[in-house]
């Protein structure tokens, strides 16, 4: 098994922590240690490099549909050209945006947005978004119904 660096890429021990930390992020490396084989140096070493080159990071991930925003839309933005990367910058800092990405296509970039209800989402849309210098036009496609949601990757080898 090689082992894992700072800069390179992932090896094998490198993938199956982040597996188990993926499925159980709050799992103790004593108790990933001894499925391993491994010393629980050996875990909180390869945790600290992912962590430190930023190929994993830890989080709690809340549900917005159990926690009081039942309302998802993602949203395509067209922009003038010049001002593409500070429209997205300023769509960033907007609270109801989740997920924001510069892309290729009918759209400049995608939002994904979580609101309180139509209204809230209506005023996102109306009063937040549409000032934005740079916007040009926007396209809304609620979520009726999330079938997948999957943070469990880039754990697998190419």
Same mark, same amino acid.
């Given at each position: 098994?090689?082992?894992?660096?700072?800069?390179? !890429?992932?090896?094998?021990?490198? #993938?199956?922590?982040?597996?188990?930390?993926? &499925?159980?992020?709050?799992?103790?490396?004593?108790?990933?240690?001894? !499925?391993?084989?491994?010393?629980?140096?050996?875990? #909180?070493?390869? $945790?600290?490099?992912?962590?430190?080159?930023? !190929?994993?990071?830890?989080? !709690?991930?809340?549900?917005?549909?159990?926690?009081?925003?039942?309302?998802?839309?993602?949203?395509?933005?067209?922009?003038?050209?010049?001002?593409?990367?500070?429209?997205?910058?300023?769509?960033? &800092?907007?609270?109801?945006?989740?997920?924001?990405?510069?892309?290729?296509?009918?759209?400049?970039?995608?939002?994904?947005?979580?609101?309180?209800?139509?209204? &809230?989402?209506?005023?996102?849309?109306?009063? #937040?978004?549409?000032?934005?210098?740079?916007?040009?036009?926007?396209?809304?496609?609620?979520?009726?119904?999330?079938?997948?949601?999957? $943070?469990?990757?880039?754990?697998?080898?190419?």
């Amino acid at each position: 098994m090689a082992r894992g660096n700072n800069h390179g !890429a992932l090896d094998d021990l490198d #993938r199956r922590l982040m597996e188990v930390l993926q &499925a159980d992020g709050r799992k103790p490396f004593t108790e990933i240690a001894a !499925a391993f084989g491994v010393p629980e140096s050996t875990i #909180r070493a390869r $945790y600290k490099g992912l962590v430190d080159r930023g !190929a994993l990071k830890v989080i !709690a991930v809340a549900d917005p549909l159990k926690v009081g925003y039942p309302l998802m839309a993602m949203i395509g933005v067209r922009c003038t050209p010049a001002a593409l990367l500070t429209t997205a910058k300023e769509l960033e &800092a907007l609270p109801e945006v989740s997920y924001c990405v510069v892309v290729a296509g009918a759209y400049d970039l995608l939002i994904e947005v979580v609101c309180e209800d139509n209204d &809230a989402l209506l005023t996102f849309l109306t009063d #937040r978004l549409r000032s934005i210098a740079g916007v040009l036009e926007t396209e809304t496609f609620v979520y009726l119904r999330i079938l997948k949601q999957n $943070y469990e990757w880039g754990t697998t080898p190419t």
